[in-house]
């Protein structure tokens, strides 16, 4: 195996040595935990931060959980303890816990769940409390997250369409809780909310009266600030950046309110059977997707999966950009029209991409085909990774493709929604790797660690991925025995070659059905397969899997808004950017003979990366790094698509 580093045990560790610590760090000093001791009168102060503040702190949470499962660190498991202890105190008796209402509007509740994140915030709690409880058998915090589903449950169960979320995601934390604990009604209680969406009548008056009461409430806790902020002077006020600085195409606020009122913006505008096409804002969509297939699987009907296909196949042949980015508009932070995926004004939140993730992950469960895992893999290595800095202490939330102005990765924002996500979604990429299933395993993704197939048998992978192809995956087991394996070779691999204790071994493919898709950006995940083979395995053995990794150019149709017509370069999962600080000529204007590239591990730079270089019909010499490491070295220009030479 070729010596190029090792990509991802340096990232995981850093998320869990790091990046989870500095988050905590962020957390306290935004003065998010403060919330929870106000809430449970352990202190005095003014709440802070948006409604939805809690559940930064329930993501950072679920995501400790699921870094315990595999690093099980001392100091990280105490201070998980105590925050779940704070919310044991933090909690009502009957379960309600929402610092939001429980600081500012005493027992008022359920006021305004299109728009306040009550539900989500709750969601996130539960999350937590299952990952925790996966994670370390302790059921410290699965109490206290039961004691808010069973609120739910008697206060939803037989409540009307009035009563479902704005903002998606207590339906998967539902059903992961109905999974965990085997209670039904929680089950029962994600599929009704799922049920009753796009049911609202007159969803518009509805909508107008939901705004109108949270802008009212909004001015009760302004006043409430003035007052307080009056009353204590010593008290220290403090601002965060918003989003990072991009720009906003001309009507796009127009366009929020119209979607909203429509219902498109947080998918209410039909039943969701009906719902055919990407719309609104991306993380709410695809976190109602995910549910949607959750339940199909949970349940065994697939009614549901020609429209789930259907909507997976129009985003991604449309509506997604060429780094597995969805949300092309910032303010709504969600979906434009086909094929308006203009790389400049791109929102392409890393949310989104770890959202649409998590659904592609459950489509792959679903169907059993291999291109939803492709997606998987492209979308963490491009649109989702992008979103932390190399230190853990910098990052994203929206991701352009292009950037003129330059931009610098921020510390914290004042919407950290996307740190502690991408954390949980890191902690969670050894278990979503395998399937082990009645003696046969697919390796879906290549990370490396030490998996359990199934007892008595255990196995390593190691790999160069994504900086060359090479995965070696050594047994350890008691008796020799006949396995079972099938491993996904990549859209992005034309070739591929596998090899039992260093003989080469014929594999069957099998049969891949899923249809081509017409893609806007030049990705054809349908063209991922599954390859398998039987053998006689015994302690010690190893298998290899080498795959091609040719620099591929991705055309952009000429549809495509901003970039239409123009390449970009990928190889392996991996697409790559020009970033201005690597390159002396302008990177917006490179004209590049499609003849002329090479790549080369670079050691040094950014702690170790394949770059790819290329000529200039004018000679100029560019060099390309990939997307996700742009960023690192200060503020800088990029840019993803360049033009060919004829
Ligand atoms: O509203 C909560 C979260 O913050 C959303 O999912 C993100 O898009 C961000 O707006
Ligand atoms: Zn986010």
Not at 51 to 69: C, E, H, N, T
Not at 255 to 269: D, I, T, V
Not at 522 to 546: M, N, P, W
Not at 583 to 595: E, R
């Amino acid at each position: 195996m070729i010596a190029t580093g090792d990509f991802w045990n340096s990232r995981l560790t850093m998320n869990s040595e790091e990046a989870i610590f500095y988050q905590w760090e962020q957390l306290e000093k935004t003065r998010c935990i403060d919330n929870f001791r106000i809430a449970a009168g352990l202190k005095e102060g003014f709440r802070e931060g948006y409604f939805f503040a809690d559940s930064d702190a329930y993501k950072w949470l679920d995501a400790a959980s699921r870094i315990l499962a595999h690093h099980p660190d001392p100091k990280l498991m105490a201070l998980v303890d105590s925050f779940i202890e704070l919310l044991s105190k933090a909690q009502c008796d009957d379960g309600y816990l929402y610092t939001y209402n429980q600081i500012h509007f005493g027992s008022s509740r359920w006021q305004n769940l299109q728009i306040e994140h009550e539900l989500y915030c709750m969601g996130h709690l539960i999350e937590a409390g299952v990952s925790h409880f996966e994670a370390t058998a302790k059921d410290t915090l699965l109490k206290i997250v039961r004691r808010t589903a069973d609120l739910l449950v008697a206060e939803f169960m037989e409540a009307s369409p009035l009563f479902t979320d704005g903002h998606e995601e207590i339906e998967i934390a539902l059903i992961r809780l109905s999974r965990c604990t085997g209670t039904h009604d929680y089950f029962e209680l994600a599929r009704r909310f799922l049920a009753r969406r796009g049911k609202i009548q007159n969803f518009a008056g509805h909508f107008l009266a939901q705004l109108l009461r949270s802008a009212g409430r909004m001015n009760t806790v302004a006043a409430l600030r003035k007052k307080y902020f009056h009353e204590h002077p010593d008290h220290t006020a403090f601002s965060l950046p918003g989003h990072n600085q991009h720009e906003i195409p001309r009507f796009t606020a127009l366009r929020l309110a119209l979607s909203a009122f429509r219902g498109e913006y947080l998918q209410q505008h039909k039943p969701l059977a009906q719902q055919m096409v990407p719309v609104g804002h991306a993380v709410r969509f695809t976190y109602l997707q995910t549910a949607a297939a959750m339940l199909a699987r949970d349940e065994k009907d697939r009614s549901d999966l020609p429209r789930l296909t259907k909507v997976w196949e129009h985003m991604v042949a449309r509506r997604m950009y060429v780094t597995g980015g969805i949300g092309a508009l910032p303010l709504i932070e969600g979906f434009g029209r086909d094929y308006e995926l203009d790389p400049v004004t791109a929102y392409a939140e890393t949310c989104a991409a770890l959202g649409s993730m998590l659904w592609a992950n459950e489509m792959n469960l679903l169907t059993g085909e291999p291109r939803y895992a492709d997606l998987y893999e492209w979308q963490l290595y491009n649109a989702a990774s992008v979103g932390i800095g190399l230190d853990g202490r910098s990052y994203f939330y929206n991701n352009p493709l292009a950037c003129r102005g330059g931009l610098e990765r921020q510390g914290w924002y004042d919407i950290p929604c996307c740190p502690s996500n991408l954390s949980r979604a890191w902690a969670s990429l050894q278990d979503n790797a395998l399937i082990t299933k009645n003696g046969k395993t697919i390796i879906n993704q290549y990370i490396p660690g030490e998996y359990r197939l199934e007892p008595g048998v255990k196995v390593s992978l190691t790999t160069s991925m994504p900086w060359s192809g090479e995965i070696a995956i050594n047994f350890t087991m008691k008796e020799p025995k006949e396995m079972e394996c099938t491993f996904r070779i990549p859209a992005w691999a034309d070739a591929y070659k596998v090899t039992l204790n260093q003989v080469e071994y014929r594999l069957k493919t099998v049969e891949n059905l899923s249809p081509e898709i017409d893609s806007a950006v030049g990705l054809h995940f349908e063209k991922a397969r599954y390859v398998s083979f039987v053998a006689q395995i015994q302690d010690g053995d190893c298998i290899t899997l080498t795959l091609s990794m040719p620099i591929r150019l991705r055309l952009q149709d000429k549809r495509v808004k901003g970039c239409g017509g123009m390449v970009a370069l990928s190889r392996g999962p991996l697409v790559y950017c020009l970033e201005s600080i690597d390159n002396q000529a302008d990177i917006f204007s490179a004209k590049i003979d499609p003849h002329s590239f090479t790549c080369r591990f670079e050691p040094d730079w950014l702690r170790g990366t394949m770059v790819i270089t290329g000529r200039a019909t004018t000679g100029e010499v560019y060099t390309w790094i990939p997307y996700l490491l742009w960023g690192n070295r200060g503020r800088t220009q990029m840019t993803v698509f360049f033009n060919l030479s004829q």
